[in-house]
């Protein structure tokens, strides 16, 4: 059973790569969603601009495999050089 905690701080908890990463691309290749969407979710904000959304713990999940895949990737095309 899905935790109805949100993750609302994943905006501080990412601060290392914010400027290093597409969210656009993470957004629409990894959630099928678009770019705003996930820019709520990183500012843990609901899709009206309120407070108080964020990331459920499936969503989570979901974002951290997208960064592994993400970085298993990257590091492949580093091996090529």
């Known amino acids: 059973m899905e935790s109805k905690e949100l993750i609302s701080d994943a905006r501080t908890r990412l601060a290392d790569i914010l400027v290093a990463i ?3 691309e993470i957004a629409r290749s990894y959630f099928g969603k678009s770019s705003s969407w996930l820019y709520h ?3 843990g904000i609901k899709s009206d601009g309120s ?3 964020g990331f459920t713990e499936a969503e989570r999940i979901q974002l951290k495999e997208s960064l ?3 970085a298993t990737r ?4 580093a091996s090529k050089l």
């Open 22 to 24: 597409s969210w656009r």
């Open 41 to 43: 979710k990183l500012d």
């Open 51 to 53: 407070p108080g959304g």
């Open 68 to 70: 592994e895949d993400l």
């Open 74 to 77: 990257i590091n492949i095309a």
